[in-house]
């Protein structure tokens, strides 16, 4: 598999900004502000982290013609980078103002408007046996 692409992120830079604004006093701004910056940046270790982990599950799970799930995608990058790779692939999120993010990034990557899913805990929208792989990365530490 080839190094991950860049995402098209300005609406969504924007909107993160304004997001993490609230919390811009408090000792935890620059931690998530600039985890969320390094998730787009090239020059960033969260690329090269990607690149691992969409390799591993390519190759251990094969995930070609494999509908995957990323339950508590958050603003939606690993998804939408799957999605880019040619994989079909959900993200599923609980937090509204994360959705909402999730949402301009796949616009601005000219995904599918179903790719990101808003669910309170209840039902998945998919048939039963549909789903061939869920994926769930940090997310246990929010629960």
Same mark, same amino acid.
């Given at each position: $598999? &080839?190094?991950?692409?860049?995402?098209?992120?300005?609406?969504?830079? *924007?909107?993160?900004?304004?997001?993490? *604004?609230?919390?811009?006093?408090?000792?935890?701004?620059?931690?998530?502000?600039?985890?969320?910056?390094?998730?787009? &940046?090239?020059? &960033?270790?969260?690329? !090269?982290? +990607?690149?691992?982990? +969409?390799?591993?599950?390519?190759?251990?799970? !094969?995930?070609?013609?494999? $509908?995957?799930?990323?339950?508590?995608?958050? #603003?939606?990058?690993? #998804?939408?980078? $799957? !999605?880019?790779? %040619?994989?079909?692939?959900? %993200?599923?999120?609980?937090?509204?103002?994360?959705?909402? +993010?999730?949402?301009?990034?796949?616009?601005?990557?000219? +995904?599918?408007?179903? #790719?990101?899913?808003? !669910?309170?805990?209840?039902?998945?929208?998919?048939?039963?046996?549909?789903?061939?792989?869920? #994926? $769930?990365? &940090?997310?246990? *530490?929010?629960?």
């Amino acid at each position: $598999m &080839s190094e991950i692409c860049r995402l098209e992120a300005g609406k969504f830079l *924007e909107k993160l900004n304004e997001y993490f *604004e609230r919390g811009k006093n408090s000792f935890l701004y620059d931690i998530c502000i600039k985890d969320h910056l390094d998730k787009l &940046s090239s020059e &960033s270790g969260y690329p !090269n982290w +990607l690149t691992k982990l +969409l390799n591993y599950l390519s190759c251990e799970y !094969n995930l070609t013609g494999k $509908m995957v799930v990323d339950v508590g995608c958050g #603003t939606g990058e690993l #998804t939408i980078w $799957m !999605n880019k790779l %040619g994989y079909s692939a959900h %993200g599923v999120e609980i937090q509204p103002e994360l959705f909402n +993010l999730s949402k301009i990034l796949e616009i601005e990557n000219g +995904l599918l408007e179903d #790719t990101f899913i808003f !669910n309170s805990g209840k039902k998945l929208p998919f048939g039963d046996k549909s789903v061939d792989i869920i #994926t $769930m990365f &940090s997310v246990l *530490e929010h629960i």
